[in-house]
């Protein structure tokens, strides 16, 4: 069946672009920063990783949709592509529990 969010063709992509850890590390970052997005120099810096590795993973997170680039003066600013991100989220979870309430009911013995 056919997702209102996501093809699956753009949700294996998405999924294939954060199924890397340094990719799903710079995504995190992104989403932390939220509209301001950071510089890749930035990013690099906090997440400890060289600048060129850095680039690689960038250029696989945009071609997934899952990251946005916007030149700002001589530097590029890297933004996390919420709308994906939450079609994302929808895909994965679209029909989930079959209509249920998904939330796990805890039982505590001692409450």
Known sequence: MKSNYLDETSAVRSLAALAQ???????????????????????AEQLGVAPSALSFHLKEL?????VSSEPRGRNLIYRANF??????????????CQGE???????????
Do not use: I, K
């Open 62 to 66: 945009a071609h997934a949709g899952m």
């Open 83 to 96: 709308d994906q991100m939450n079609a994302l989220l929808g895909y994965l979870s679209e029909h989930c």
């Open 21 to 43: 850890a340094q990719r799903l590390r710079a995504f995190r970052a992104l989403v932390v920063a939220g509209t301001e997005g950071l510089t890749p120099g930035a990013m």
């Open 101 to 111: 309430s998904c939330a796990v009911e805890v039982v505590c013995a001692d409450c």
